[in-house]
């Protein structure tokens, strides 16, 4: 057995023990006493001078005085006690006292709750309104086809009382819609609905909204309670839209937000976490939590610089809370219509769950509207319904597991229902759908927006420190095109003026019925082609006690031990978890079985030990690095093998959902020509390859999370490019065991293995569960998803679990159970944990427990993640576990497209005042010298115009006027910039798509600035193609040019509203003298006089310039504009 873990108590303990023992033993003849007392005796009984090294009763020495240094240390140390008052009262808390809590949790059932009469509450004078009761009926017909509402636990509803909804509304708002109740007088309904904006209400709206909110409520309840794991509300109206007084998009009291400030008062609950997925703002639930910081508020949703509903400013990514909530207001504004599963995905794993794992919630509250789903007329989104599990799963382990999941909008029946129920279905427990379609990349629309939301939460956010910064100074670096730097980009747009009446009739707006028909049969193919079939058994297990007859013989207390294993599966059966899972048959691995990953002659080697001596033995160990051998370790690692394929053959079969492999000796180290590291034959190794052979696998993933790198898993598949291997490793720059270089971030792969290999290295030890969480969600998951692998196999050593000997980092067992639940969500579910190191038994038992209670449903405490080292300043390891993965992403963004936007910098310092009205072209303004008022093109004039004593210049058949200085023209936007009604863009001065240009063909006739778009007329924000002068509808509109620079690969193209040029594959303005031959054609038709050269270069008649910056070769100085462009949008 491994010896206890020690305490600072305990020690203290014996050693008062050992100093009273040993007084009792002076003159007692034997040192046995002495021996049992931990002093170190001789082996005689004689009192006179016995044994070797042993001090008799009678030694004289026992009378000599301690040295003057021990006593002098002795002094130093009772002084120190003394001045830690607290010392004493110092309480240890038990390293695995949570997984010894959990061992007789089982699963608890989800709560369902809905009310049937909700389906009474429709709009009666227009039958074709979008919040319609099929919403509603649909979502259940679904859930109830799936067999799903049978499998919960259903709640009974209830109203809401007065009481619970003047926690949040005005007793005016109550009253109001009370006195709707009952009213028949559709005209009189009708127009007081129409005061309000996207509001019905029905006789029963009253009565049915009380009951959302309530049913809301009560939910919240058992999940507090206890009663219920984890729980879903489907009801209706929708709520997350209404204000304090005001009724407000379908929404007439806000259940989510009711619901919360329940928990908060009467729960007396310190952090919530609400996500709201709908695609349209709650702007209502961030109202009444901005100020809030017991309330995280993050919210998704389209908003298209504020031109799509609710039209609002807060919508935007820089309303991030005020006053004590400051930080805790999360808005990712969408920019563009058809965002994907790929951009959500991406918001998950890169914002929303570092914040979540940081900020510990106690209870997570879902908005789920369904309105982003693929073909819902109001999102226009691509999500597809097999997505949305995906989104919810690594939440259900977070807040120990209380999750309510409450509907909110969704207006296309099929995608609500089928999202709706398979949300219900990752509740229940079951494993992900796999998704059908290829995993689109991040779009750069949202690229941009979730940068600047990850700016401006930087300063509030520990976790949030993986994109490097810049100053405003360097972005003002004229010298060298800065095309790394994130610039924070806010366009307003806005919507219709306020009217005093809304429409109330013919509110719902179809899609053409092409798009409508391609969307629903996609739908009907990804429904079909979504498998949902499940193996009745959940786990199945692979163990065999001849295992245990592997040893060394030289040294029995060897770390590689025996009972490593035995006390794992011990532990499983105390739990009660043998009994839950399939037991499979051990078998040893074939020959040729083992030849998939290993040489013959290595396999042979191996053979020829049976039977030999134990010397000879220990003589060919020597020849290997940290390799022990047996007679039986050939028996022993064909068996441990085996027993991993039988695991694999479970799964892939689809007898069992999920595999664990109780095996020893490890794997991972071993190489295809020799053993290494404990290890004999690679199991893991011989697992990927067997999956790929006999089940045609194209694509496996490996995580390997034993603290020592996997050097022979990686050198086996450094060419493959089938499989993925990912591993997680203490480093220590090459100085951590295996040693050397082949664990380094820089180690990707080989010839068509290239990019598949990703290495982890931590560079200091005392990593635990935050800084792993933080590698799993912002590097290994977003690139899991990309490769989609089709199986999972976890190299699974514990050896980096707290109170390991040698690993030294301090993984939790609830820590490995997160990391596990996070990795069932791929390939379908199909994953099997194997264990390879971890050299204390109890950390390895507890560890392994709790993966295994985490693939078989059971909740596992929620770990810690650090709560509370994040109160003190950063650790040594977190701050090397940030630069590491940062060397990490910035190698693995070549390979993985997934990564693309992580190598951006961003704004240092807090890019957003106090008031939400200061960003970082405030902060750029105050840096700038903008006392030199003659520099060249200060105010957009010539470069040879001066602005000095009133100077004037003319302007063709204008009016002269007097050039401002760039102090003068800020001085008289002031307001303007204060109220956000004009932003700061940062132009490229260079983009390697200008060579795609021919400046000597440009038009030299005007180009007509009012051109309609060629595929839809439209003449609002129209943009000319550069490369074949096509014009389309811009970016914010209809995105027709868009669309036309991806099909034909023209990236560049000019505004026909302020002649500023946008790069597409740049994602960026550019301004450049070779783009003067387009744009002074434009500017002549819109103004009717030539452009103005503004560049510090001699304008040529050819238009061919060098592609430096202005102008200029790369080599030359570089000199001109500031490149600081100001535009002014009025929200009239």
Partial sequence: ??????????????????????????????????????????????????????????????????????LEAKRRARNMLKNQSNVMQECVTDIFQNAVDCKGAVRKPTALIYDESMSQHCCLWDKEHYECPERFTRVLERCRELNLAERCLELPSRSATKEEILRLHTEEHFERLKQTSGIRDDERMEDLSSRYDSIYIHPSTFELSLLATGSTIELVDHLIAGKAQNGMAIIRPPGHHAMKAEFNG??????????????????????????????????????????????????IHRFEHGSFWPHLQESDYHAIGSGAGRGYNFNVPLNAIGMTNGDYLAIFQQLLLPVALEFQPELIIVSAGYDAALGCPEGEMEVTPACYPH????????????????????????????????????LLGDPCPRLVEVLPL??????????????????????????????SKELLDQEKAQTDLHKLLRLWIGGPPPVDRYPTRDTAI??????????????????????????????????????????????????????????????????????????????????????????????????????????????VAAGYNSVYLHPRTFDCATLAAGAVLQAVDSVLRGESRHGICNVRPPGHHAEQDQPHGFCIFNNVAIAAQYAIRDFGLERVLIVDWDVHHGNGTQHIFEANPKVLYISLHRYEHGAFFPKGPDGNYDVVGKGAGRGFNVN????????????????????IMPIAYEFNPQLVLVSAGFDAAIGDPLGGCKVTPEGYGLLTHWLSALAGGRIVVCLEGGYNVNSI?????????????????????????????????????????????????????????????????????????????????????????????????????????????????????????????????????????????????????????????????????????????????????????????????????????????????????????????CSSYVDHPRLYAYLN????????????????????????YPLGADGRDDDEDLAGSSGLCLRLERNN
């Fill in 510 to 619: 179809p899609l053409p019925p092409e798009k409508l028909a391609r969307n629903a049969a996609r739908l009907q193919v990804l429904r079909t082609e979504t498998k949902l079939s499940l193996p009745a058994v959940r786990v199945c297990y692979s163990y065999d006690a001849q295992m245990l007859l592997h040893c060394n013989l030289d040294d029995p207390g060897h770390p590689e031990q025996p009972s490593r294993v035995q006390h794992i599966h011990k532990m499983h059966e105390e739990y009660g978890l043998l009994a839950r899972m399939k037991q499979l048959a051990p078998r040893a691995a074939t020959t040729d079985e083992v030849c998939l990953a290993h040489t013959r002659s290595h396999v042979n080697s191996v053979r020829r030990l049976m039977g030999r001596d134990p010397e000879e033995l220990h003589r």
């Fill in 760 to 779: 982890i290295p931590w560079n200091k030890k005392g990593m635990g569960d935050l800084e792993y969480a933080l590698a799993f969600q912002q590097l």
């Fill in 1 to 70: 057995m491994s010896p206890p873990i020690v305490t600072r108590r305990s020690a203290q303990q014996a050693k008062i023990q050992t100093r009273a023992m040993a007084s009792k033993s002076k003159g007692a003849a034997g040192a046995t006493a002495a021996t049992a007392a931990g002093v170190i005796g001789g082996g005689g009984g004689s009192s006179a001078g016995g044994g070797s090294g042993g001090i008799s009763a009678a030694d004289p020495r026992k009378a000599n005085k301690p040295s003057a240094a021990l």
């Fill in 1081 to 1104: 054609p434009l500017h002549v038709d819109k103004f009717q006089e030539p452009m103005a050269w503004t560049h510090g270069c001699p304008r040529r008649e050819d238009g061919c």
């Fill in 250 to 299: 379908y929404c007439f009291f806000n259940n989510v937000a009711l619901a919360a400030q329940h928990a908060l008062d009467v729960h007396k609950l310190q952090r919530i976490l609400i996500i709201d997925y709908d695609v349209h703002h709650g702007q209502g639930t961030q109202r009444f939590f901005y100020n809030d910081p017991r309330v995280v508020y993050f919210s």
């Fill in 845 to 1065: 038992s507890y560890a392994m427990t709790m993966c295994t209670k985490t693939l078989l449903g059971d909740p596992v405490p929620t770990p810690q993640l650090g709560a509370v080292a994040l109160q003190k300043p950063p650790t040594v390891a977190h701050q090397s576990c940030v630069e590491s993965l940062q060397s990490c992403l910035e190698i693995q963004r070549s390979h993985w497209r997934s990564l693309e936007f992580v190598g951006r910098r961003l704004p240092a310092g807090d890019c957003v005042g106090e008031n939400n009205n200061e960003d970082f072209l405030t902060a750029s303004l105050r840096q700038l010298n903008i006392s030199n008022d003659d520099a060249p093109g200060a105010a957009g004039g010539a470069a040879g115009d001066r602005n000095a004593c009133g100077d004037e210049r003319p302007s063709g058949s204008k009016p002269k006027v007097k050039v401002k200085t760039l102090t003068e023209y800020l001085a008289e936007n002031k307001e303007a910039l204060e109220q956000n009604e004009m932003f700061a863009v940062y132009p490229l001065k260079t983009c390697p798509h200008l060579s795609l240009l021919r400046p000597e063909e440009a038009p030299q006739s005007a180009i007509d600035s009012g051109a309609a778009c060629s595929v839809c007329g439209s003449t609002g924000e129209n943009w000319v193609c550069l490369g074949c002068r096509l014009v389309g509808c811009g970016r914010y509109m209809g995105g027709h040019m868009e669309l036309h620079s991806a099909e034909a690969q023209h990236p560049l193209a000019m505004s026909q509203a302020d002649l500023s040029v946008w790069c597409y594959a």
């Fill in 391 to 426: 989104l919810l799963n690594p939440l259900l382990r977070l807040a120990d597991s209380r999750v309510a999941v409450v509907l909110e909008g969704g207006y296309c029946l099929d995608s609500l229902a089928e999202g709706a129920a398979l949300t219900l279905r990752s």
């Fill in 442 to 471: 991040p779009r750069p629309e949202l690229t941009q927006a979730l940068l600047s939301c990850i700016a401006v939460h930087r300063t509030h956010w520990r976790c949030l420190q993986l994109q490097r910064t810049y100053d």
